[in-house]
């Protein structure tokens, strides 16, 4: 099975713009969750997708937003970015209960 | 790597030797933990799991030890190898009823020296 896979791999925007990440989990998982990762905060969780619902969310002001279509792939978006925006964006599928999450390479977003 | 400038407690240990990270998990209720590995430029690598009905689950060259009682769980890895060298982080899943959600450790750092 193909795993998880997360477009763009890297990205550059400025403050203010916003931006838009997919994720394709792995096949017949439903489940998507959405993390950050940053040098000063490490891994914090941002929300979770079940079925094209949002099942749980994390700290995260409402810039940050997500969806998830009905095939399971997902898209998270930032909107008005600021500087502390930039990290790496991870997302983790699973087949939907309290399992293993499995976790994509990243994008790593800058704002400059 | 996404951990540089994170001041990350260091594990260091010698080629050969076995290692032991620990981890101090904060919800009682959690139900299953995880361990991943990260290594620089890569998500994080599902290394191996323990639900909460368990203390100790085997893994090829991986133990996991879960005690409840002190809310503590470590990761013993055998004949540590360079490859070996990254950042390790446990996490735990409350299950069903909290979502999805993972809470993650702050992560520690294993160099493995030649």
């Known amino acids: 099975k193909a795993g998880v896979t997360q477009t763009p791999r890297y990205l550059i925007k400025t403050r203010g713009q916003q931006v838009t990440l997919s994720c394709s989990p792995i096949?017949?998982?439903?489940?998507v969750s959405w993390y950050q990762q940053t040098p000063g905060q490490g891994l914090q969780f941002l929300f979770e997708?079940?079925?094209?619902?949002?099942?749980n969310k994390g700290n995260f002001p409402g810039r940050f937003s997500g969806r998830q279509f009905s095939n399971s792939r997902s898209e998270m978006n930032v909107s008005t970015l600021e500087l502390g925006d930039s990290a790496l964006y991870l997302c983790a599928s699973s087949p939907g209960g309290p399992d293993t999450q499995y976790f994509g390479p990243g994008t790593r977003l800058t704002v400059l | 790597g996404e951990n540089v400038g994170l001041h990350l407690p260091t594990l260091s240990v010698q080629e050969g030797d076995n290692s032991i990270i620990n981890c101090a998990y904060s919800n009682s209720a959690s139900d299953y933990f995880i361990w991943y590995k990260q290594e620089s430029g890569k998500g994080p690598q599902f290394i191996i799991d323990i639900r909460s009905n368990m203390d100790k689950r085997q893994g090829q060259r991986v133990t996991v030890l879960l005690n409840k009682t002190v809310k503590h769980l470590s990761l013993q890895i055998a004949a540590t190898q360079p490859g070996d060298s990254a950042v390790y982080f446990c996490a735990e899943n409350m299950g069903k009823a909290a979502g999805n959600k993972l809470t993650f450790g702050g992560g520690t750092r294993v160099l493995v020296k030649p």
């Open positions: 096949s017949g998982h439903r489940s």
């Open positions: 997708y079940f079925s094209e619902t949002q099942r």
